[in-house]
């Protein structure tokens, strides 16, 4: 356990069911906000075992420590799940009522994670939400996922640091939004006078490649595609240099590649606004960070 301040951080684990207990009968909190999981996508296909178990069996080792523990009338579960869930889509735009079809070892323990809270929820009558979030991004993002590995990388090259970006499938759209504004809406979900699911979006939709465009923008640089599919390169307009190119070594077994959320029930019942933060706004203050880091590199400091 370690003090700062008035935030407490105890040492568990969702795939160990003691430490969940204990720690929740010392606590014994008013909410719970389960955003744990082995969340990359890519790195699932490589661990579906270890994925499985946290993000399918942790949610119910959560609910259940809750219920054993008499708190299941008065403790309030916010669940992480994803618009991975919808995967191979339906339809565009998925909203509460648009069907799963998960697509990746990560998507199919996520769905399991999701049933499992509507059906505590259906069968002990407890307060617990499924949060279908869409990806949402920050500075704060790990460096393995798509939008901070090419901010970091746009930052590096501009500073001199990096010669290019390698990517996967640059064609896969997203609709991507601010961290900081999907954290306000898990906690609007359980101030809500009834538990419900509810798809956190922002209603619009960009490929990989709009997103590597614009934060390489924000540095200063412009650029100039060639060649389709793997062949497919982008190029630096004034000096001519190749920037970016694909490397299938980042492409999935199966690739989700057309997530679009429709926000509206969100906005409606809890009044949450999606566009605090536009895609700009987002890809400006991520660059932004990441060209200062890129700086501090080259000076020498740590970072
Ligand atoms: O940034 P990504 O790795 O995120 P992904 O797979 O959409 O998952 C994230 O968002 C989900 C919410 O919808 C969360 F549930 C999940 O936990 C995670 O936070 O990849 C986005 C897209 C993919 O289509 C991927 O194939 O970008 C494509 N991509 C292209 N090149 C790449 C790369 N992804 C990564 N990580 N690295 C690449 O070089």
Known sequence: MIRDHQVILYYGDLSDSSSIVRILAE??????YNLGAQSHVAISFEAPEYCGDVAALGVLRILEAVRMLGM???????QA????????????????ETPFHPYSPYAVAKQYGFWIVKEYREAYGMFCCN????????????????TRKITLAAGRIAEGLQTHL?????????????????????????????????????????TVQDFTERAFNVNGIQRVWKGSGIHKKGYDTSSGRMLVCVNPQWFRPTDVVNLLGNPSKAKRELGWNPMKTSYEELIRI????DRELAKREKAGSSI
Not at 72 to 78: E, L
Not at 81 to 96: F, I
Not at 168 to 194: F, I, P
């Open 131 to 146: 949060g279908i979030l869409f990806n949402h991004e920050s500075e704060r993002r790990g460096e393995n996922f798509v």
């Open 286 to 289: 991520m660059a932004v960070h």
């Open 166 to 206: 390698e990517l996967g499938n640059m064609d896969a759209k997203r609709d991507w939004g601010y961290a900081k504004d999907y954290v306000e809406c898990m906690w609007l979900m359980l101030q809500n006078d009834r538990p419900q699911d509810f798809v956190i979006a922002t209603g619009v939709q960009h």
């Open 72 to 78: 299941d009338k008065t403790c309030r579960i916010y």
């Open 27 to 32: 606590c014994r909190p008013d909410e719970i």
């Open 81 to 96: 799940s994803t618009s991975e869930l919808y995967g191979r889509v339906q339809e565009v735009p998925q909203d509460e």
